[in-house]
């Protein structure tokens, strides 16, 4: 693991959409973790971690 993963998965953590966007930018995978963010801050850590670790 890099240290750009793990900073990355620390700012998942605290805001999850943010680490989406400083690796994939404005694609489907930072809108979805958006949208479940939105839903319920667990749910969107959960995908942000799933999504940065793959």
């Avoid at 805001?15 to 995978?29: H, K, N, Y």
């Amino acid at each position: 693991m890099s240290t750009a993963t793990l900073v990355e998965i620390i700012l998942a953590i605290i805001l999850p959409p943010l680490g989406v966007f400083l690796r994939f930018g404005c694609q489907v995978e930072f809108w979805i973790c958006l949208v479940l963010t939105f839903l319920g801050y667990i749910p969107g850590i959960i995908y942000a971690i799933f999504v940065l670790t793959k």
